[in-house]
């Protein structure tokens, strides 16, 4: 990242034109108002939300851009006590049951401390070998009408 040198704002207009999100993901988001927990940056994650009409809680990582070069500014590099990394877990919600959606390395240990885990690519692949019960989903749509039914 320190490499990148062009303004927040040229990135961000690059990240509105050509950053996609799954099918469904509009709807999903209006109904069940998910928490987003990215190991992504918030300064690049918010204006495609905004693109798509949705405003939700999101806890990610910060930007410090500079004109000679972009620094993260990690959002909590607490470890956690159960991994030892700053993973995702720490912004779990505290109550109530959790669903967790996910497909990559860093949901791996938040998936863990969920109630139901719907996961898909890397992360399906990681439940699997632990012998973690997950649930498979292509997309929002497909998501949207399994939660329509009951888990278990
Ligand atoms: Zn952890």
């Given at each position: 990242?320190?490499?990148?040198?062009?303004?927040?704002?040229?990135?961000?207009?690059?990240?509105?034109?050509?950053?996609?999100?799954r099918a469904g993901f509009?709807?999903f988001?209006?109904?069940?108002?998910?928490?987003?927990?990215?190991?992504?940056?918030?300064?690049?994650?918010?204006?495609?939300?905004?693109?798509?009409?949705?405003?939700?809680?999101?806890?990610?990582?910060?930007?410090?851009?500079?004109?000679?070069?972009?620094?993260?500014?990690?959002?909590?590099?607490?470890?956690?006590?159960?991994?030892?990394?700053?993973?995702?877990?720490?912004?779990?919600?505290?109550?109530?049951?959790?669903?967790?959606?996910?497909?990559?390395?860093?949901?791996?240990?938040?998936?863990?401390?969920?109630?139901?885990?719907?996961?898909r690519?890397?992360?399906?692949?990681?439940?699997?070998?632990?012998?973690?019960?997950?649930?498979?989903f292509t997309d929002f749509n497909a998501l949207?009408?399994?939660?329509?039914?009951?888990?278990?």
């Amino acid at each position: 990242m320190g490499t990148l040198t062009l303004p927040l704002a040229d990135a961000v207009t690059w990240v509105r034109e050509h950053v996609t999100v799954r099918a469904g993901f509009r709807e999903f988001a209006r109904e069940h108002r998910p928490v987003i927990l990215s190991s992504g940056f918030l300064e690049l994650i918010e204006p495609v939300l905004e693109r798509e009409g949705v405003e939700l809680e999101v806890h990610a990582n910060g930007l410090d851009v500079r004109p000679d070069g972009w620094r993260a500014v990690w959002r909590d590099d607490a470890q956690c006590p159960e991994c030892g990394e700053a993973c995702k877990r720490g912004g779990l919600p505290r109550n109530g049951r959790i669903l967790y959606v996910g497909d990559g390395y860093s949901d791996r240990c938040a998936a863990l401390a969920a109630d139901r885990v719907f996961a898909r690519d890397g992360l399906a692949r990681y439940l699997e070998a632990e012998g973690v019960a997950y649930e498979p989903f292509t997309d929002f749509n497909a998501l949207r009408r399994a939660l329509d039914r009951p888990s278990g």
